[in-house]
Structure formats: C-alpha cells, structure tokens
C-alpha cells in the first residue's frame, strides 16, 4: 500500500464544499421598492434578461410559455388580447373592457394589452403578480398583473445587432445602442422590426398571415446629482398584417348552397392551412407611448414620479366574414384612445422594523370605437342571392329574399 500525503487528503475533504452552488438573490419591485423575492409576500414569478434570451423571447405574448397559470391568447384583433391569470381575466375580442391583467411597462399603466405586445428589444425584467393587486396598482389589477422593465442607459458604450430568419420567410432584425453623452446625461436606442410572410394558402381569395412590424425605443437619462434621477421613455410601434383566415369544413348542406350561388368547393380539409373562401382580414395598429420618471432616494424616505402619455390607433377590415367563397357580409372596426396618468409616490428606506408608503394617482383614458363615415357591418352583392338559397333550404320560400323586406331596429 502507498501512504496517501496529507495535503492531498485535505485537498479531497474540501473540494465538495468549493463546488457547491450558492444561490442568487433575486430582487424585484413587486412592491414598489426594490427587495429581495423571498421577502415579499406576493405570489411572484420573476424573469431577468437571461431569462428572455435564452427562451427566444420576441413579445410579451410569449412570457405565458415561461410563467405557469399565465395566459395569453392574440385574436384577428391584437388591440383586444385577452390575458388570464389562474384562468382569471377579460374575454378576447372586447375592446371596451379595460383588461382585468393590468399591464405596466416602465412602471405606466396600458389600458389596452395590445399596446404593449410590440417588440420590446432590450426587456430588462418582467414580473407577473399572480392573485388581486388593488392596493398598489388599482381597481384595474383585480386579477393580477405583468410589470415590463426596459434596460437603462449605460454608462458605457454597449451595442447589440442581432439577425433571425426562419421559415415562412420570416427574418427579422433587431439591435440596441446605448452609452453616455454627456457627464450626467446618457441615452439608449433599441428597435426592431419583423416581416414574414403568408402562412395560409387561399384558392378563391388572397393568401393571409403575413407580417410587418417596427418598434422604436428612445431612453434619456440625466443624473442631476447622486440622489436626483430623471428618466425619459418615448417608443413607437406601427404594424400592418393581413391575420391568417380560418381553416374551416363545410358540410354536405353548406356546399350544396355555395354551389347554388355559382361555386363548387374543391378543398375541404380544415387542416392542410389551404383556404377557400373571401375572407380577407386587414390589420393595422399604431402607437405611441412617453414616460417620465424621476425618483429621489434620500436616507429615509424615496419620492417617485411617474408621468406618462399614450395614443394609440387600430384598424381592422374584415372583408367577407362567412368564410365562404361568396360575398355575403363585410366588417369594419376602429378602435382610437389616449391616456393620461400622473403618480406621485413616497416611501420609507432602510428600516426593517417599520415600512410605509403613501402618494396619489390620477389616470384618465379617452377611448373611441367607430367610424361615423364606415358603416361597422356591410352588406355585400351576394347577400340577397345566398339569402334566397337559405330560405329554399330551411323556410321553403321560392321567390322573396328574406333580407329583401326585413328592417332591424335598435337602440344605441
């Protein structure tokens, strides 16, 4: 046997104890101040910019694949994005409900979802506070909500491009700059913007899915000294897409009458993404968005500001909504609003004994739903013919279009 040295023996003994992992310390502002998750009493799931990354994050839409009880579903109509915490939350397609899930970004309410789901680029963190957050963030947080930090300026040059392309010819582009300007003063810009092309193949009408997006992000930070700090935030998101048209079936009946109305069906697998009929969904969606911060940190107390202004605008044409290859019905919708808030906010620092914090908050929303010059449902050239097939099928009618005579009537 060989005698076995000492140092090597210890060597042995300690080398475990230097591998074991060391747990990070996750920090979050669930409760307006920045404090470690496992302090918090708030039912928190956390993500950090290596999180994102990793994850091919490209919009908010796609933190529910990352957060458990998180749902987000975008319809034809991505303004009126329905997002569900523990199965809580608003329907989709109900513009004028403010969402249940309040949306924050950079510390500003969205009194509309679709408005923060543009490519954010430089996404610092995300949080999602699961259960009512009334106390906070307000009546609008009955269900929970999803806070978005972008990334400050940096103090030094940092610089980001980066280049995807996938299948269905989607490529897209983005990148950040970000560095100092001045002494006190540094500045960042992020934006991006995605193309793709059509995912769904029509044979009576256009084809759908494609893709047109750009995002801009500005940041201004001025440092007036080591406890004043103002941060400007202005962004800007255009998009312009044609939704993908629903694969449907139809039935023996269904195209017995289509025939009847001058076309025969010649594709009726509802999962092969080949189409057969009119529809025609257009999309278009602008918005803009500034944010002012500025914070003072004393050693007792913080003060925070949080001002901000949105505008945003939305446009959906839905051109023969039967889904058949014959024009019936046409659908036009527009949703327009602006937002005002103000929050003044003041809290305790470095007392682990006693916390408070007090302030005001004022938010006022403007919101339109409408074209007075574009009628929200239009009859088109086949409606009367199709009209008169149907009451042969199912009322026996033989000469008179059920639509020929009839006047709805109601009251708005």
Not at 43 to 55: G, K, N, R, T, Y
Not at 88 to 115: C, H, K
Not at 118 to 136: A, F
Not at 161 to 176: I, M, N, P, R, W
Request: proline content about 4%.
């Amino acid at each position: 046997m060989k005698r076995i040295p000492p140092l090597l023996l210890t060597c042995c003994f300690i080398s475990p104890a230097i591998a074991a992992p060391v747990l990070e310390e996750v920090l979050v502002t669930a409760q307006k101040r920045s404090e470690s998750l496992q302090d918090v009493p708030v039912a928190v799931s956390a993500l950090s910019a290596d999180d994102l990354q990793e994850s091919g994050f490209r919009d908010i839409s796609d933190v529910s694949a990352l957060v458990p009880s998180l749902y987000i579903l975008t319809t034809d109509q991505p303004m009126s994005t329905a997002v569900r915490i523990r199965g809580i939350g608003n329907a989709a397609n109900v513009p004028t409900f403010e969402p249940a899930v309040a949306l924050y970004i950079d510390g500003a309410f969205r009194s509309r979802s679709g408005i923060g789901l543009g490519d954010i680029v430089d996404v610092q963190s995300i949080e999602v506070l699961k259960g009512p957050q009334s106390t906070l963030y307000g009546k609008n947080a009955s269900a929970g909500l999803i806070a978005v930090s972008s990334a400050r300026p940096s103090r030094e040059l940092e610089t980001m491009l980066e280049f995807t392309y996938a299948s269905d010819d989607l490529h897209q582009v983005k990148g950040y700059i970000s560095g100092p300007l001045s002494e006190k003063l540094a500045g960042r810009l992020s934006g991006s913007t995605s193309r793709r092309g059509n995912l769904t193949k029509n044979l009576s009408g256009p084809d759908s899915g494609d893709l047109d997006d750009i995002a801009l992000r500005g940041q201004l930070q001025y440092d007036f000294s080591d406890r004043w700090t103002a941060r400007l935030i202005a962004g800007w998101l255009e998009r312009d897409m044609n939704a993908m048209g629903a694969d449907v079936y139809y039935s023996e009946r269904t195209r017995e009458m289509i025939s009847q109305a001058g076309y025969d069906i010649s594709n009726n697998d509802p999962l092969d993404h080949v189409v057969e009929h009119n529809l025609k969904p257009i999309i278009k969606q602008d918005s803009s968005d500034a944010i002012l911060n500025v914070q003072y940190s004393g050693e007792s107390y913080s003060f925070t500001s949080i001002s901000s202004y949105d505008i945003y605008d939305s446009e959906k044409y839905m051109y023969n909504v039967e889904l058949m290859p014959i024009n019936i019905a046409s659908n036009f919708d527009k949703h327009a609003g602006e937002s005002i808030s103000q929050e003044f906010r003041i809290a305790s620092e470095g007392s682990d004994s006693l916390r408070w914090m007090t302030g005001v908050y004022y938010y006022y929303n403007d919101f339109q739903r409408g074209d007075s010059d574009k009628p929200f449902l239009r009859m088109e050239d086949q409606v009367e013919e199709y009209g008169t097939i149907v009451a042969q099928y199912f009322v026996g009618a033989t000469s008179t279009s059920p639509c020929a005579n009839t006047h709805i009537r109601g009251r708005g």
